[in-house]
Structures are given as structure tokens and as C-alpha cells.
């Protein structure tokens, strides 16, 4: 020994033990710093920057829109995240942060938008505010009058605004035509044909990318002392007066050559004449429960509601049921230990689950087709799979099960890796036959590691809108009820009532969908609890 481990010896006490790096202190080894590794330091990094690049792209528009509320909950947000990822201290909150953002980004938000949507409006003809209803129903109002000026229209943008460039068919003045009103344009070169081709500070569109903006064009006015300037096709503009013009004395909208009037309903965001009918333009407001009534009161939805919800129930059901039971029976027949050959297998069974699906659904529904598909021609039929009721439900089942058995067959490989096989031998030499221990033994220990998997893939199913959109479309459809199909999912039936007249209802759809996440979210609760009392008998 070495002369201080003697003496310590001699004492009747330990020697002193080393420090990290072999220094040893008086009352123990010196404190050991904390090794900054190169991954925390450029996963620290990586954090900052994003955060940095979110602020600088977020502010503008906010301070634009003068949402206020948002950019201080944006400020709150990146002062903690550097305070976080600045400091050496709270080292969980770094890991936890990042996925808690993400989280409140992609799921609560979305979740309490729909919600606050579902009470609203919210539509085609309802986008914006009282000013922005009043101003396209003016703007759309105008009509030439006698004698106005006529322009050669190009249209350009300054930016990201469209504007116009006017070129006067009397006097070849150029001038610039924006919301705020005319302003010469001088330096503009003008083709004979009195065309703009190109000027100072602005993006001249072609014709192409003009009539790819033909509603905005449309819809743009260029705002005149005597009226207003609006496009008359996509190379002529014209000076006129809007004939329907707000009244703030009556809030109303009156027509100049009519006297007709169309009085301000806020209950509705309409514009609404004594007889009742409304104008086309609108803006959004609060209804209430309005959307939620007309689904459950319109005879025309509801009476198709329940009969719409029990189908997609048996789909999203026999969906897991069907997949989870071919997929389970192949991996047990993989995972026998006399079985030879199983990566061949497993990489050939995993293919459907590797393919595009929307793909496969379009070559499926081929596939079925009465007079060219595949299935009829194999088989020597002259089935119309998809244009009957019952054979369109077998069909969009079995394409759905061959889509989604390889997922349950790759999960169930791995929960059959971690069951100990000394179970199930023990079970036999109990004298168990192979299906009882099967059954008592490795069946609940497979569902109580996949039924949170299992639960998810109902929810998955029970939203299916590709699997029924790319086959069927919702159909067939019968005469009686030309508005819901046979195999119409809840989301599908949903889609064609708030899009599928040519005008989109957002705050309608919001509604049905809070009804679908609200089933979904009972179903899955109630199954959650089953599965919390299974883990305690097999724990």
C-alpha cells in the first residue's frame, strides 16, 4: 500500500476513495461536471433556430392582422423555450417541451378549432366580416354608365396584391389601379395592341396565369370618384356605379334603380329583403346550436343518420375483427419454431402495407368492375360487386382487410416475440392442448399489449374516407335516397352534404365531425377501461 492508505489503515478507517479522474478530497471525491455532449448541443441549437425561424415568420402577419392575443401567446411561448434551452437547469422540461408544442399544435388547436367552428356559420358566402359582405356586394353591383371612361386591362400584382394597370383608350395614359384607387404609371412599355408588357416594380401575369385568377379578377374593383373601375373579361375594363349601396342609417343594402331594400339580420350574417330571401354575399357569426339542430332535426339528414351510423360501426368492427384475425393467424403460423423460410414470407406479406393506398383502392375498384375486372373474369361471374348493396359492403370489407392485415401481422410478430414461450410450454406439459393454451394464455397477453393498437385502428376505421371515396364513392345509391349510398361512412355522408352541392359549409361539417369524434371518443374510453382491467388480472 501506499503511505496514506497505511496511515488510514493504521486508524481503523477506509482510504480515501478517487475522484473522477483519480483526485481525492478530504471528505470524498471531487464532483464529477457535467459533460456537455456535441448531439445536446446541436439538438439545443436545432430548437433555437426553429423557434427563431417561426418567430420571424409569424410576427408580420400578426402584427398585420392585429391579432394581438395570438402574438403575445407567440412571445410567451419563445421566451420560455429560451429560457429553457439557454439554461442548464430543468433538464426533463427540455424533452418534454418540444413534444407537449407539438402536441398543442397538431391536436389540441385543430380539436378546439372544429369545435369553435361547429358554432359559426362559417361557409361559402360567409368567409368574412360585415365590411368585406358589403364591399363585394357593392363592388359586385357595378354596371357602366353612359359615357364612363373604357380601359385596356393588364393585370399584375405588386407583390403578393393584384393590382390593375389601366390604359386609357382615349388619352394612352397608364395608370395603376389598386384598393386604395388610381395612380399614374409612369416608365410603362405599351404593346400596340394597348397592353401593359412591362412596368416599374411590378410582376405582369400572362394570360395563362390572369384567367388562372379569373373569380379574383372578377371580384376586384378599383374604387373612383364617380364609382368604381371593374374588369369586363380579362383585357378590358370599364367605369361604373355600384347599384346596390349600404344604408348605415337603416343597415341595409338598397338597390338605386329599385329602391329595394335588403335589411342587416345578424342572427344569420345575411342581408335579408321582407319576403325573406337573401342575398348571396354574407359574413360569418355566431349561431349557436343552429348547425347541431339541422343535423339532428332535418329529415333529410337525420333520417339517414342512424342507418348511415350502424354501418359504419359493422365496417370499422369487422375492419379490425378481420385484419387482427389474419394477421394474428399469420404471424402464429410464422413465429412455430419448426417453421422454415420466414423472412421470404414476411417481406411478401408486408407488400400491400408498402404500397400507396390510394393507388391500391383505384386498382381494387377496377378490380371489381362488372364487365373488365379482374375478379369476374377469374372466376367466370357476372357479379355487379359495386352496384349492389350487400356485395359493395363485402367488397370495400375485404379490400380494407387486405390493406390492413399486414400492419396487424407486423404488430402482433413483435408482441408474440416478447410472450416467453416457457408459458406456453409449461401449459402444455399441464397437459393444456396447444388451441386451450392458445386461448387462456396467449391470447389475453396479446391483447392486453395490442388493444390500444386495436382501439386505434377502429378510430382509423371508423374514418375510413379513402377506403369508401376510392371504391365506392358512398355508393350505390337508390333512387329513393339519391343523397346517401350503401356504404356511405359517417365522414363520406358528412363530406357530400357540406361540399358536395358545389358550396362549401364548414360550420356544418365542424358539427357532424364533433358528433363522429364524440362517438369515437365514448367508444374508445369504455374500451380503455376494459383493458385496464384486463392488465390488472394478468399482471
Aim: charge should be positive; hydrophobic fraction near 45%; include cysteine.
Amino acid at each position: 500500500m501506499s503511505t496514506p492508505e497505511l496511515k488510514t489503515a493504521r486508524e481503523g478507517g477506509s482510504p480515501p476513495r478517487p475522484g473522477p479522474r483519480g483526485e481525492t478530497g478530504k471528505h470524498g471525491p471531487a464532483p464529477r461536471r457535467r459533460e456537455i455532449t456535441t448531439a445536446f448541443v446541436v439538438s439545443r441549437i436545432a430548437v433555437l433556430g426553429v423557434v427563431a425561424a417561426v418567430l420571424l415568420y409569424a410576427v408580420p402577419p400578426l402584427i398585420a392582422t392585429e391579432a394581438w392575443v395570438a402574438l403575445a401567446l407567440l412571445g410567451l411561448v419563445t421566451a420560455v423555450v429560451g429560457y429553457l434551452y439557454l439554461s442548464r437547469r430543468h433538464v426533463p422540461a427540455k424533452y418534454l417541451v418540444p413534444g407537449t408544442i407539438f402536441l398543442i399544435a397538431f391536436q389540441v388547436l385543430p380539436v378546439v378549432y372544429t369545435m369553435t367552428t361547429a358554432f359559426t356559420n362559417f361557409g361559402d358566402g360567409h368567409r368574412g366580416d360585415k365590411q368585406a359582405a358589403i364591399a363585394a356586394i357593392e363592388s359586385g353591383s357595378v354596371k357602366q354608365t353612359p359615357g364612363s371612361p373604357e380601359y385596356g386591362l393588364t393585370t399584375a400584382l405588386k407583390g403578393d396584391e393584384l393590382v390593375f394597370l389601366l390604359v386609357d383608350t382615349k388619352t394612352k395614359q397608364v395608370q395603376v389601379g389598386a384598393a386604395d384607387g388610381l395612380t399614374p404609371l409612369p416608365g410603362a412599355k405599351v404593346s400596340l395592341s394597348g397592353k401593359v408588357t412591362q412596368a416599374p416594380g411590378y410582376t405582369v401575369l400572362t394570360t395563362p396565369q390572369a384567367a388562372e385568377r379569373g373569380p379574383e379578377i372578377s371580384a376586384f374593383s378599383v374604387p373612383t370618384p364617380n364609382g368604381a373601375i371593374k374588369a369586363n373579361g380579362l383585357s378590358r375594363a370599364v367605369e361604373g356605379r355600384a347599384q346596390k349601396t349600404y344604408n348605415t342609417l337603416c343597415d341595409c343594402i338598397v338597390d338605386a334603380e329599385t329602391g329595394e331594400r335588403w335589411t342587416a339580420d345578424e342572427s344569420k350574417g345575411f342581408f335579408t329583403d321582407p319576403s325573406g330571401q337573401n342575398l348571396a354575399q354574407g359574413w360569418q357569426v355566431n349561431i349557436g346550436f343552429a348547425n347541431f339542430a339541422r343535423a339532428l332535426t332535418d329529415p333529410a339528414i337525420s333520417g339517414h343518420f342512424f342507418g348511415v351510423f350502424v354501418w359504419n360501426t359493422f365496417f370499422a368492427v369487422a375492419s379490425v375483427a378481420a385484419t387482427f384475425g389474419l394477421g394474428m393467424g399469420v404471424a402464429l403460423v410464422l413465429h412455430h419454431p419448426r417453421m422454415r423460410g420466414t423472412k421470404i414470407y414476411r417481406i411478401a406479406l408486408i407488400l400491400p402495407y408498402a404500397m400507396p393506398s390510394f393507388a391500391m383502392l383505384m386498382v381494387w375498384r377496377d378490380m371489381f368492375n362488372r364487365d373488365f375486372g379482374l375478379i369476374n373474369q377469374m372466376f367466370g361471374l357476372s357479379l355487379d360487386w359495386l352496384g349492389e348493396p350487400t356485395t359493395a359492403r363485402f367488397a370495400v370489407i375485404l379490400v380494407n382487410l387486405w390493406l390492413g392485415f399486414p400492419y396487424m401481422f407486423l404488430v402482433t410478430t413483435g408482441a408474440l416475440q416478447a410472450i416467453p414461450r416457457e408459458l406456453t410450454e409449461a401449459a402444455g406439459i399441464d397437459g393444456a392442448s396447444p388451441a386451450y393454451a392458445f386461448r387462456k394464455v396467449t391470447l389475453p397477453l396479446l391483447l392486453v399489449a395490442l388493444t390500444p393498437l386495436l382501439i386505434s385502428s377502429f378510430a382509423f376505421n371508423f374514418n375510413n374516407f379513402n377506403a369508401i371515396q376510392l371504391t365506392t364513392q358512398g355508393g350505390p345509391f337508390s333512387a329513393d335516397s339519391p343523397q346517401v349510398g350503401a356504404t356511405d361512412l359517417l365522414i363520406t355522408y358528412t363530406f357530400r352534404l357540406a361540399f358536395g352541392t358545389g358550396s362549401a359549409q364548414f360550420g356544418f361539417a365542424a358539427a357532424i365531425s364533433v358528433f363522429i369524434f364524440t362517438i369515437v371518443a365514448v367508444v374508445s374510453a369504455i374500451t380503455f377501461r376494459q383493458t385496464r382491467r384486463q392488465e390488472e388480472v394478468y399482471s
